[in-house]
C-alpha cells in the first residue's frame, strides 16, 4: 500500500453505463490529481487539483467529469464511455505544489470499455 | 519548459550496481530533477530527488553533474524487483499548476 488508494482495481463497463473511480488519501496531502496510461504509452495528465480547486483541465473530454469534495477524497465519474477509454486510471497526491515534494500514486483503475 | 533525454532501455546483471542517464541541457537553476519507476502493473513509485548535490536514500543515489545538464540515477545492487521503467522528470511549470509530465523513460531489464 501506498498510501493512496484506489477503486476498484479492475473495471468493465458498457458504453452506455455511468461509473465512478475512486481515489483516497489520508497522507495529509493538499494535491489530488487523475492521470491516463493507455496501453504503450506514457502516463498523461487529466486533471489536477489543489486544495479541493481544479487548477488543471489537460482538454479532457467531457465525459470524464473529476469531483474533489476535499482534499482526501477524488473521483472520477465516467459516462458514455468509448473503447478508447479503456487504460490504466492513476490516482497521485502531493503535498503542495512545490517541487521539493513528491507525488505518490495509487495502483491504479485498469478500465475496460466494451 | 526543460525536457530530458533518457536511453529507451538499459540492461543490467542481478548485485551489479546500474547507472541510467539523464540528459536535460535545457535546466533552469530552480528546477529539481526528479525520479520514478513504474514497475509492471503497478502506478509509478517516488524513487528520489535533487537540486545541485548528490543524494541518497535507501532505494538509490543520485547524481548530479556540476553544470546540471545531466544527472545519473544509480542503483548500488539490482534485485529482479528493480525491473522497471524509469523516468527521469523536470517539473512543468504551466499557469496556476506545477506538474510532473511524464515521456517514456528507460526501460531496465534485470537478469538473473
Known amino acids: 500500500e501506498t498510501g493512496v488508494t484506489q477503486t476498484p482495481r479492475h473495471l468493465v463497463m458498457g458504453m452506455t453505463n455511468k461509473k465512478s473511480l475512486k481515489c483516497e488519501q489520508h497522507?495529509?496531502?493538499?494535491?489530488m490529481y487523475w492521470y491516463k496510461q493507455s496501453a504503450k504509452k506514457p502516463l498523461e495528465l487529466m486533471f489536477v487539483?489543489?486544495?479541493?480547486?481544479?487548477?488543471e483541465n489537460n482538454s479532457v473530454p467531457s465525459r470524464f467529469s473529476p469531483e474533489c469534495p476535499n482534499s482526501s477524497h477524488l473521483f472520477l465519474h465516467l459516462h458514455t464511455l468509448q473503447p478508447e477509454d479503456s487504460a490504466l486510471y492513476l490516482c497521485?497526491?502531493?503535498?503542495?505544489?512545490?517541487?521539493?515534494?513528491?507525488?505518490?500514486f495509487g495502483s491504479g483503475t485498469r478500465l475496460t470499455v466494451v | 519548459d526543460a525536457k530530458t533525454t533518457q536511453p529507451n532501455s538499459m540492461e543490467s546483471n542481478e548485485e551489479e550496481p546500474v547507472h541510467l542517464p539523464c540528459n536535460h541541457s535545457?535546466?533552469?537553476?530552480?528546477?529539481?530533477i526528479h525520479w520514478y519507476r513504474q514497475l509492471p502493473s503497478q502506478g509509478p513509485e517516488y524513487v528520489i530527488h535533487?537540486?545541485?548535490s548528490n543524494v541518497n536514500n535507501r532505494m538509490a543515489s543520485l547524481a548530479i553533474a556540476e553544470d546540471r545538464k545531466s544527472s545519473t540515477l544509480i542503483l548500488h545492487r539490482a534485485t529482479l524487483r528493480d525491473a522497471a521503467v524509469y523516468y527521469c522528470?523536470?517539473?512543468?511549470?504551466?499557469?496556476?499548476?506545477?506538474?510532473?509530465?511524464f515521456g517514456t523513460g528507460t526501460l531496465l531489464a534485470v537478469q538473473p
Open positions: 497521485a497526491s502531493s503535498q503542495g505544489q512545490g517541487w521539493n515534494y513528491g507525488y505518490t
Open positions: 497522507l495529509g496531502h493538499n494535491a
Open positions: 487539483y489543489n486544495f479541493k480547486e481544479q487548477t
Open positions: 535545457t535546466i533552469s537553476g530552480t528546477d529539481y
Open positions: 535533487g537540486l545541485t
Open positions: 522528470i523536470l517539473p512543468h511549470y504551466g499557469g496556476a499548476t506545477n506538474k510532473l509530465i
